[in-house]
T-cell receptor, first 113, second 114 residues
């Protein structure tokens, strides 16, 4: 079945450092890909998405590019802030539009000032 | 505009008991999905309700059941609780006809089974 694998955490960085969180997937067909973020005390919320190969999703300085050839969707940010501390989840959805997400295990990110 | 609301936020049960969790979807959303998030893991899909029917189901036993009401709110019921059912239960909503790929999540109900 479909699956998502994220780099293991936790990840600890200093403010203004460059961030990469790796995500690879296994799926039949061509799924849509997502990054969701879970801030402390809040519900999961969509950070960015990409629906087809070579699409780049971006939001709040974060970017991820849908790479079909490497089945990857790595999350990047050029300069992280303390407020980016959260748990990040990579996810894919059924290309048939079933509104069901398959999540990776999550990566906890802590940014120190 | 209220987002997805869930209740209760925390609860403690003992093995063998039954639990009911509740969810009100975001205004304008008619599809509700439930996910189980074990500690340190990503959410896993339990099932989805639309038009008061279960439309899809993940790999969960029949002890997990649900219901959707005419106002689109939903309940998740778990019978014969096991220690392994301890988790954060997330409700997500979306609009069936205007789905853009984004699910809107509540903050979850944290269930502890002793």
């Amino acid at each position: 079945g479909d699956s998502v694998t994220q780099m293991e955490g936790p990840v600890t960085l200093s403010e203004e450092a460059f961030l990469t969180i790796n995500c690879t997937y296994t799926a039949t067909g061509y799924p849509s890909l997502f990054w969701y973020v879970q801030y402390p005390g809040e519900g999961l919320q969509l950070l960015l998405k990409a629906t087809k190969a070579d699409d780049k999703g971006s939001n709040k300085g974060f970017e991820a590019t849908y790479r079909k050839e490497t089945t990857s969707f790595h999350l990047e940010k050029g300069s992280v802030q303390v407020s980016d501390s959260a748990v990040y989840f990579c996810a894919l959805s059924d290309p048939q539009g079933a509104q069901k997400l398959v999540f990776g295990q999550g990566t906890r990110l802590t940014i120190n000032p | 505009d209220a987002g997805v609301t869930q209740s209760p936020t925390h609860l403690i049960k003992t093995r063998g008991q039954q639990v009911t969790l509740r969810c009100s979807p975001k205004s304008g959303h008619d599809t509700v999905s439930w996910y189980q998030q074990a500690l340190g893991q990503g959410p896993q899909f339990i099932f989805q309700y639309y038009e008061e029917e279960e439309r899809q189901r993940g790999n969960f036993p029949d002890r997990f059941s649900g219901h959707q009401f005419p106002n689109y709110s939903s309940e998740l019921n778990v019978n014969a609780l096991l220690l392994g059912d301890s988790a954060l239960y997330l409700c997500a909503s979306s609009p069936q006809g205007l789905y853009t790929g984004e699910l809107f999540f509540g903050e979850g109900s944290r269930l502890t089974v002793l």
